[in-house]
């Protein structure tokens, strides 16, 4: 079977390309370069001529403050390129896995983990554009599963556990959040899953909404500190400080730890502990500076 991924020089495709090494399926590795997956003529025209089974789309407009004065172009990539894929899979009978975010419930309080029913209420152009990519695969009648995940990190790209390993080693001292509580998530671990469920055909029947992030919950000092300790920069003082101290165009997730329930009885996956995870990606780091 032929899958395409889109967005895939990114953090998740990037590690999609790691993981499905060795894979009975054809993996078609795509960016905006290869396909501008906005233009809907452009996205039905590949479907069809590379006979695509399934589409994974990793791609999505994620900066967050920036969004919110460039609202046109998150919603172009973050909603209606969404739409795009999910017609052209449906149009050619193949499936869509879609990844969104736990921004789709930015301001609902409360502190117990956000399971896949709880109403969404997204803040921000970044996540109402989200909701509207998730929404607009309701509504195309795709065979799609959609996985909100949170806090991702890994080896590739810009991202918090990469910015901290740098400032850490050369900063005396740090200012982090501790008011906004949520689960680190490896990308590698995510892709894995996600190699998971196209490999074993998981998604007939299995459509609908997931959350999957690691296991755990901290706060963004909490993962500062542990990704300190785990690269041995201790020295660097870092201290809690609260989002106001850091005003921002934006309210985000005060409380966005995601239910994994649902996803591990469905793809029978366990999913590992946020601190394993982080173990292995400063390793992997620190192993690549030597």
């Known amino acids: ?11 998740l495709g ?66 209606d390129a969404v ?4 017609d052209a899979a449906r149009v050619n009978g193949a ?8 921004y789709v419930f930015g301001g609902n309080t409360g502190n117990t983990p956000r399971g896949e029913d709880e109403p969404a209420n997204p803040t921000g152009v970044y996540g109402v554009t989200k909701l509207n990519g998730e929404r607009q695969i309701a509504e195309s009648g795709v065979k ?30 740090l200012n982090v959040v501790m008011d906004q509580c949520g689960t680190p998530t490896y990308a590698r671990d995510l892709a894995a899953a996600i190699f998971h469920i196209v490999e074993n055909r998981l998604i007939d029947g299995n459509e609908g909404i ?10 963004w000092f909490d993962f500062a500190k542990m990704i300190a300790a785990f690269a041995g920069n ?17 309210v985000r997730p005060s409380y966005s730890v995601l239910d994994k329930a649902r996803f591990k009885a469905t793809f029978g996956l366990r999913v590992p502990y946020w601190t394993d995870s982080l173990r292995k990606c400063i390793n992997n780091l620190k192993a690549n500076e030597a």
């Open 1 to 11: 079977m032929n899958i395409l991924v889109t967005g895939s020089n990114g953090q």
């Open 14 to 79: 990037s590690c999609l390309r790691d993981v499905a090494v060795g894979s009975k399926d054809t993996y078609l590795f795509t960016d905006v370069a290869e396909l501008d997956i906005t233009d809907a003529a452009a996205v039905s025209d590949f479907v069809a001529r590379n006979n695509v089974g399934v589409i994974i789309n990793c791609a999505a407009y994620t900066n967050v403050d920036k969004a919110e004065d460039d609202a046109e172009l998150a919603g172009r990539i973050n909603s």
């Open 83 to 86: 739409r795009n894929l999910a």
């Open 95 to 102: 499936a869509l896995i879609h990844i969104s975010t736990d």
């Open 144 to 173: 799609a599963v959609i996985l909100r995940t949170a806090w991702l990190y890994s080896e590739y790209g810009r991202n918090f556990a990469k910015t901290m390993l740098s400032l850490t080693a050369e900063k005396p001292g």
């Open 210 to 219: 997931y959350h999957y992030s690691n296991e755990g919950v901290c706060s």
């Open 234 to 250: 201790e020295d660097c003082d870092i201290q809690p400080c609260r989002s106001d101290e850091y005003p921002s165009k934006v």
